[in-house]
């Protein structure tokens, strides 16, 4: 229960100050990468975020990657898959403008366990693809290269890859997997 009132206290608190710049029109277009940028976790260097031809936002590569070159190590809190839905859903009161921007971004890494980040990073811009050119280690949780990747390459992960609960597939996954 400690977990939860420290991640909802930190999740209001941003979202003021969110809904206050938001509201203050300081920004112009949700497409405008100045908008949301600033409010990203820079957690893997030598990338940046553009739009995908795959989806929405993509993260790119900013110079020449090696193979087996590591981007970053993910980091984060271990939550019951459970628990963390209970915590997103307790959220819905945010106003729109500010959910699209925090949320509580997770990678699988155990069956129904999710290493959880609840300030957005780089890494949540990192889209699924079947021949991807990117890997997550699990043993080490660092995100690593498969392939050389020249610079402007968009960096993709195979979804599949990640220990995804059977619930997740049916309800979100079967659609985009």
């Given at each position: 229960?400690?977990?939860?009132?420290?991640?909802?206290?930190?999740?209001?608190?941003?979202?003021?100050?969110?809904?206050?710049?938001?509201?203050?029109?300081?920004?112009?277009?949700?497409?405008?990468?100045?908008?949301?940028?600033?409010?990203?976790?820079?957690?893997?260097?030598?990338?940046?975020?553009?739009?995908?031809?795959?989806?929405?936002?993509?993260?790119?590569?900013?110079?020449?990657?090696?193979?087996?070159?590591?981007?970053?190590?993910?980091?984060?809190?271990?939550?019951?898959?459970?628990e963390f839905y209970r915590i997103r859903d307790s959220l819905e009161f945010l106003p729109d403008n500010?959910?699209?921007?925090?949320?509580?971004?997770?990678?699988?890494?155990?069956?129904?366990?999710?290493?959880?980040?609840?300030?957005?990073?780089?890494?949540?811009?990192?889209?699924?693809?079947?021949?991807?050119?990117l890997k997550i280690n699990f043993d080490t949780l660092e995100v690593v290269t498969l392939t050389d990747?020249?610079?402007?390459?968009?960096?993709?992960?195979?979804?599949?890859?990640?220990?995804?609960?059977?619930?997740?597939?049916?309800?979100?996954?079967?659609?985009?997997?």
């Amino acid at each position: 229960m400690e977990t939860f009132g420290l991640i909802v206290l930190g999740i209001l608190v941003l979202s003021v100050a969110l809904s206050i710049i938001v509201t203050n029109k300081t920004f112009k277009s949700i497409k405008s990468q100045t908008m949301w940028q600033p409010y990203i976790v820079d957690n893997i260097p030598d990338t940046y975020i553009a739009p995908s031809e795959i989806h929405g936002m993509g993260l790119f590569a900013g110079r020449d990657f090696a193979k087996g070159e590591v981007l970053t190590k993910l980091d984060g809190m271990m939550l019951k898959e459970e628990e963390f839905y209970r915590i997103r859903d307790s959220l819905e009161f945010l106003p729109d403008n500010v959910k699209n921007y925090i949320f509580m971004e997770w990678t699988a890494v155990e069956q129904e366990r999710l290493l959880v980040r609840p300030f957005r990073t780089k890494y949540s811009f990192i889209n699924h693809s079947r021949t991807p050119n990117l890997k997550i280690n699990f043993d080490t949780l660092e995100v690593v290269t498969l392939t050389d990747i020249k610079k402007d390459t968009e960096l993709t992960l195979d979804y599949r890859e990640e220990k995804l609960s059977d619930d997740y597939i049916r309800q979100h996954g079967c659609s985009y997997l």
